[in-house]
């Protein structure tokens, strides 16, 4: 399927997941996640609309970049190995997967601008999963107050691969919840406004339970 049909099977559900939960459509953003696909791909799915790009390799985000550059915003959505900071950090737009303190560390050095972080959390707590656990992420927020490159737009998860869509509601309750918690303190460097959850499965799930930035793949672009 071509990604203007896909997008408009999307955009359609968006709305119904809008109306029932009350918010505005233009509360989300949808993030095209290509790293499944080509740069053609990539550049249909700007064509179609859709200007922030996710990818989740160091390879796949320079290949793309390389070619599309500042006709998109990019993400990256990706686990980070911190050797590989460097590489990227000064062409990507937003991080979604800051997770540890190591990490954090060497994004602060080696930016020479403060870098919009979505702080991952492992909400559902599998053991194949990256990002802090909920419980711990308060603490990391107040650790990495002095690390003026560090921006904490918001939190990302990623709810598991189940079929049980009450328990997949509950994850993104509780990303909501711990937000909001974060949000009330005022941090001038986390004002944590953001939720970055929903995947092709899940996003209208997600949206009702107040996502402000999805990742959709499958759905979008194919795999
Ligand atoms: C691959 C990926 C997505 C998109 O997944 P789909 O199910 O294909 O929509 C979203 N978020 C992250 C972190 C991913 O790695």
Redesign the pocket.
């Known amino acids: 399927m071509d990604v203007v049909s896909n997008l408009k099977e999307i955009q359609e559900n968006i709305k119904l997941a809008c109306e029932k939960s009350n918010r505005k459509i233009d509360e989300i953003t949808v993030?095209g996640?290509t790293?499944?696909v080509t740069i053609e791909r990539a550049e249909e799915t700007i064509d179609a609309g859709i200007k922030n790009l996710?990818e989740?390799r160091n390879e796949g985000f320079i290949e793309k970049h390389e070619v599309i550059g500042k006709k998109a915003t990019w993400h990256f959505?990706?686990t980070l190995q911190t050797r590989k900071v460097k590489d990227i950090i000064e062409k990507i737009d937003y991080l979604?997967?800051l997770d540890r303190l190591s990490l954090a560390k060497e994004v602060n050095k080696r930016s020479e601008k403060p870098v919009n972080c979505f702080v991952q959390v492992n909400v559902s707590g599998e053991e194949s999963k990256h990002g802090l656990a909920p419980e711990n992420v308060l603490d990391f927020i107040e650790e990495i107050k002095n690390y003026e490159n560090i921006y904490v737009v918001g939190l990302?998860t990623?709810a598991p691969h189940i079929k049980d869509r009450e328990k997949i509601k509950e994850v993104f309750k509780r990303l909501a919840k711990l937000r909001d918690q974060i949000s009330q303190k005022n941090y001038s460097h986390a004002p944590c406004h953001y939720l970055s959850m929903g995947?092709?499965?899940d996003?209208d799930i997600a949206i009702e339970e107040g996502a402000t930035h999805i990742?959709?793949?499958?759905?979008?672009v194919g795999?």
């Not at 990742?215 to 979008?220: E, F, N």
């Open positions: 993030i996640v790293k499944y996710g989740n959505i990706g979604h997967s990302m990623m995947m092709s499965n996003y990742r959709i793949g499958t759905k979008l795999n």
